[in-house]
């Protein structure tokens, strides 16, 4: 069982920055990856970023892309999203997600954990 707990949302003005976080708690040792990602109202989810439990290795969505980073935090404790530049479409409600098997991190049926979720609005 993996329980995952999300922090750091709220309200920024457009170019400015928030930095989310998973802490990731109970059995770790069978999970493949951990991803980020995010529903707007209206809208079904989406995928932000995802990282390889393992290797480290890190994927994001282009509508991201050069903006968004995804890491561990110590000793894996937790995974980070650090988000910059923000812009208006990027409000929604962003969550975590683990998955337990070998396969693609960028769809939200394939993870068997969720956090319950953090709204980040961007406003003016």
């Known amino acids: 069982q993996v329980v995952l707990v999300e922090s750091g949302g709220g309200l920024v003005q457009p170019g400015g920055s928030l930095r989310l976080s998973c802490e990731v708690n109970g059995r770790t040792d069978n999970i493949y990856g951990m991803g980020w990602f995010r529903q707007a109202p209206g809208k079904e989810r989406e995928f932000v970023a995802a990282?390889?439990?393992?290797?480290?290795?890190?994927y994001y969505a282009s509508a991201i892309q050069g903006r968004f980073a995804i890491s561990f935090g110590y000793a894996k404790k937790t995974v980070d999203l650090q988000m910059n530049s923000l812009k208006v479409e990027d409000t929604a409600v962003y969550s975590c997600a683990a998955r337990r098997s070998f396969g693609v991190l960028d769809i939200p049926a394939m993870h068997d954990y969720w956090g319950q979720g953090t709204q980040v609005t961007v406003s003016s």
């Open positions: 990282i390889n439990w393992n290797t480290g290795g890190t």
